[in-house]
């Protein structure tokens, strides 16, 4: 009989194992003190905690806000984290206590409250900023800072534009996309006229934050533990990346990450090819071509996840090959079928974009001259840079444990790896991989939430507190 793939691949009714609580506090204090000589160099300002220039020319300019009036701007999103985290440490407790099973229902209300503070600190982050809200709105219609809005108030017929995408003029973000980021702010431009910069800029984040919400069901794929997974949420939420880049688009593609992962793990876990999460796979990679090529470099986890599902029911024999093909069928059939359906209603030539958009990511990696060694050692420093730097050690003593879910998060890392060593988003790591930080987030939450409420309680300060630094020493975007 086939092995349950439920029972293999994510032990899902499982409690994480903790190792010796004093190797453990030494470990939790190393990480602490990571973050916190991180935290001072930023505020120093010492090089090269803001890139490498020399390496690779390209470095985040240093300046000058002030730390403490930073910190207190974005003190009370933290003050929610917190207590969220205090109150799924509460009800833990009341259920060991009182010998009864804690609920498995998921918590909407705390987690909607780990959304909000992620909204929060995406627009408080730029009340800290001289120039206050009124930078969301200018950022957004920069032609240099986005150039979709400045694309979209160009539009004179969405159909006559879709079907000359592949030709017409665009600025330099759009010329690197397909229309989706475009056409969204032009439908902004339409329902809201002079407010479109800005009522679309605070959608951005709305839809980026919906990212708290999705990564507790991301998590359900290494754990079915609670806690662990809030504390996924938790972390997910203090990424610095999404509140240092806001209003940028990149903030909404981790939820296009996690959505096809889910659905394809969902699938082959299911050993039905003809399944309602085949077609939303397929569903969710036409969304992903229509609004972010470099998201598709998430293939390289389905991949690896794939290798490693066929090992895994290697007991079931020839069969297992059928359900993984007709997966993949299912998804491109319908994938395919929305693309044709666009181009039968519009013209859109999906394919002939797609090459524009390498054609023109080739000619701005020659301007931006960051050589391919070079470029592959630093570039996951930038990643973890916008992933708050204690994600760093934090991931290397996950790895060190032979956890149930130790072979998820060396397909997650694996992945991560591919994205660099292929050098296809060279630049700006902090900003172009931010769609990989929920394949860090969830490894990290794991180790996090082995740790005691203490220790717990001081990472995710450590955390907020390097948000602030860069937030207050590293200028990320402007118009």
């Given amino acids: 009989?086939?092995?349950?793939?439920?029972?293999?691949?994510?032990?899902?009714?499982?409690?994480?194992?903790?190792?010796?609580?004093?190797?453990l506090s030494l470990q939790a204090g190393a990480v602490?003190?990571?973050?916190?000589v991180f935290a001072v160099g930023v505020i120093l300002k010492q090089a090269p905690l803001n890139g490498f220039p020399t390496l690779i020319h390209w470095m985040w300019p240093w300046r000058d806000l002030p730390v403490f009036k930073t910190a207190v701007i974005l003190i009370a999103p933290l003050m929610i984290i917190g207590w969220v985290l205090w109150r799924s440490e509460k009800d833990e407790a009341l259920a060991s206590s009182s010998q009864v099973r804690s609920s498995k229902a998921t918590p909407w209300g705390l987690l909607s409250l780990l959304a909000l503070s992620n909204f929060l600190l995406q627009v408080l982050a730029m009340v800290a900023e001289p120039r206050g809200i009124k930078l969301i709105?200018?950022?957004?219609?920069?032609?240099?800072?986005?150039?979709?809005?400045?694309?979209?108030?160009?539009?004179?017929?969405?159909?006559?534009?879709?079907?000359?995408?592949?030709?017409?003029?665009?600025?330099?973000?759009?010329?690197?996309?397909?229309?989706?980021?475009?056409?969204?702010?032009?439908?902004?431009?339409?329902?809201?006229?002079?407010?479109?910069?800005?009522?679309?800029?605070?959608?951005?984040g709305l839809i980026g934050s919906l990212g708290v919400l999705l990564i507790y069901k991301f998590a359900g794929l290494w754990t079915n533990d609670q806690k662990a997974r809030l504390t996924a949420s938790a972390f997910y939420a203090l990424v610095p990346a999404l509140a240092l880049f806001f209003p940028e688009f990149d903030q909404c593609y981790p939820v296009l990450c996690m959505l096809l992962i889910l659905f394809w793990v969902k699938t082959l876990r299911t050993s039905r090819p003809v399944s309602i999460p085949a077609v939303c796979?397929?569903?969710?990679?036409?969304?992903?071509?229509?609004?972010?090529?470099?998201?598709?470099?998430?293939?390289?986890?389905?991949?690896?996840?794939?290798?490693?599902?066929?090992?895994?029911?290697?007991?079931a024999g020839p069969s297992r090959w059928g359900t993984l093909l007709g997966t993949c069928g299912i998804a491109l059939g319908v994938f395919a079928a929305l693309h044709a359906i666009l181009w039968q209603a519009t013209g859109f030539e999906a394919i002939a974009s797609?090459?524009?958009?390498?054609?023109?990511?080739?000619?701005?990696?020659?301007?931006?001259?960051?050589?391919?060694?070079?470029?592959?050692?630093?570039?996951?420093?930038?990643?973890?840079?916008g992933a708050g730097m204690m994600a760093l050690p934090l991931l290397m003593l996950r790895l060190r444990r032979c956890e149930p879910d130790r072979a998820l998060t060396l397909i997650a890392v694996a992945a991560i790896l591919t994205v660099d060593l292929t050098g296809f988003l060279r630049g700006e790591t902090a900003r172009l991989w931010l769609f990989c930080q929920p394949l860090l987030a969830v490894p990290v939450a794991l180790e996090l939430s082995s740790y005691r409420w203490r220790w717990r309680i001081a990472i995710f300060a450590a955390q907020w507190w390097v948000l602030v630094c860069l937030k207050a020493r590293m200028f990320f975007v402007g118009p």
């Fill in 1 to 23: 009989m086939p092995r349950n793939p439920d029972k293999e691949l994510a032990n899902l009714a499982s409690e994480p194992q903790t190792p010796a609580s004093g190797s």
């Fill in 137 to 204: 709105g200018d950022i957004v219609r920069s032609p240099l800072a986005t150039s979709y809005f400045t694309d979209a108030t160009k539009i004179q017929s969405v159909v006559d534009w879709l079907r000359t995408f592949h030709q017409v003029h665009l600025g330099f973000h759009s010329s690197t996309h397909p229309p989706g980021p475009v056409l969204f702010y032009y439908l902004f431009v339409k329902l809201f006229g002079s407010n479109a910069a800005q009522i679309g800029a605070y959608a951005v």
């Fill in 354 to 385: 797609f090459q524009r958009a390498r054609a023109a990511q080739a000619f701005y990696a020659v301007m931006l001259n960051r050589p391919y060694a070079a470029a592959a050692l630093v570039d996951p420093y930038d990643f973890f840079l």
């Fill in 281 to 315: 796979l397929g569903a969710v990679l036409f969304t992903t071509t229509f609004f972010a090529y470099n998201v598709l470099t998430v293939g390289a986890f389905l991949a690896y996840y794939g290798l490693y599902w066929l090992w895994i029911e290697k007991a």
């Fill in 32 to 36: 602490l003190a990571v973050g916190l």
